[in-house]
């Protein structure tokens, strides 16, 4: 029963593509996030999203944007995709006050590389 | 310093023995996630917790919010348990992770 949903697995891209990552989850979740993760780095917030039309900068957020037009879709943007963009990304999302819920799910990620 | 630390950074074990791994934070929170991610696989997340204790078949999690520290206990550990481990904070009162570095397991058959 998968219920965050990354459109590809695996992706390769050119340098200066526009590449859109694709994340839609079937639980009626507020929250959506982007993160990404390289070794040595861990996991990093590029953006997320409390709720439709909303969007915040995480921590990483240059060169790329993001767009939520509906509740269950969040979709990350790289305008112009460059080779240190190249990294596991991974969607998330949660349920606000979710107490002992398991509130916070992830994606199965996307391995983007861009050469 | 980083917000939430883990150790070990790398943990190799015979099958069977008796697994901890630790997690520290330094900020205020909200709830504690373990999270596990296998060799190429996602991440799946193996607890959420604000308090005490819980318990899901050979994995114990447990949270001193106190003291700002949680462990993971794998008992009775199996090669299959062999992926990184990862602890991550809900930050309070933005809903944003702040996650570890992980801890890479190793069960040795």
């Known amino acids: 029963d998968v219920k965050v949903t990354q459109s590809s697995r695996y992706l390769v891209k050119r340098t200066g593509e526009k590449v859109f990552l694709e994340c839609v989850q079937d639980?009626?979740?507020?929250?959506m996030f982007w993160y990404r993760q390289d070794p040595g780095l861990g996991l990093r917030l590029i953006y997320f999203?409390?709720?439709?039309?909303m969007k915040e900068k995480g921590d990483i957020p240059e060169g790329y944007s993001v767009s939520r037009e509906k509740k269950e879709r969040f979709s990350l943007i790289l305008e112009s995709a460059s080779t240190n963009q190249t990294s596991m990304y991974l969607c998330?999302?949660?349920?606000w006050g979710t107490g002992d819920y398991y509130g916070y799910t992830f994606g199965s990620g996307t391995r983007l590389t861009v050469v | 310093k980083n917000e939430v630390e883990q150790s070990p950074q790398n943990l190799t074990a015979q099958e069977g023995e008796f697994i901890t791994i630790n997690c520290s934070y330094s900020?205020?929170?909200?709830?504690l996630h373990w999270l596990q991610q296998h060799p190429g696989g996602g991440i799946v997340s193996l607890f959420m917790?604000?308090?005490g204790k819980k318990k899901h078949g050979r994995l114990i999690a447990t949270i001193n919010i106190q003291e700002k520290h949680s462990s993971l206990h794998i008992t009775a550990s199996h090669p299959r348990d062999s992926a990184v481990y990862i602890c991550?904070?809900?930050?309070?009162?933005?809903?944003?992770?702040?996650f570890g570095t992980g801890t890479r397991l190793t069960i040795i058959p």
């Open positions: 917790l604000s308090s």
């Open positions: 998330a999302s949660s349920l």
């Open positions: 991550a904070v809900i930050n309070f009162g933005n809903e944003k992770l702040t």
């Open positions: 999203s409390y709720d439709v039309k």
């Open positions: 639980m009626d979740h507020e929250n």
């Open positions: 900020v205020g929170i909200s709830a």
